[in-house]
């Protein structure tokens, strides 16, 4: 386990906000039971995804960015930015991808017994 930069061993396995666990003896276990070895010098994410372990100039130990965020520099701006997706470099991005695009409210909701779904629907006496 990694705390403020110096590693530490783990006494315990350790379960993350997305329902993997950790275990001590070094294994990643999926919410779907898939085990994933971690090799030697190699971390996890609060995501349970592999992630280099890097050593920092002032020695202490963190974790590479994952490959989707790797920053890159750019000279002409003298700012490091973040690499995006081959999807978002293909289509873009759109400003209101948190707006619920494309949800609607379905059909038949909320159209249960009493609403007149089937009530005198059917009767042609």
Request: aromatic share 6%; hydrophobic share 25%; with cysteine.
């Amino acid at each position: 386990v990694l705390r403020n930069g110096q590693a530490r061993p783990m006494t315990r396995d350790i379960h993350l906000p997305t329902g993997a666990t950790v275990t001590k003896d070094g294994f990643v276990v999926s919410p779907t039971g898939q085990r994933t070895e971690l090799r030697e010098g190699q971390g996890c994410d609060l995501r349970g995804r592999p992630v280099a372990v890097r050593t920092a100039p002032n020695g202490t130990l963190v974790l590479a960015p994952a490959a989707a965020e790797r920053t890159e520099y750019e000279p002409e701006n003298g700012r490091a930015r973040t690499s995006r997706s081959v999807f978002e470099e293909l289509f873009g991005r759109r400003d209101g991808d948190n707006e619920g695009y494309g949800k609607r409210k379905k059909y038949k909701k909320n159209k249960g017994k009493g609403h007149g779904r089937w009530k005198g629907e059917d009767d042609d006496d």
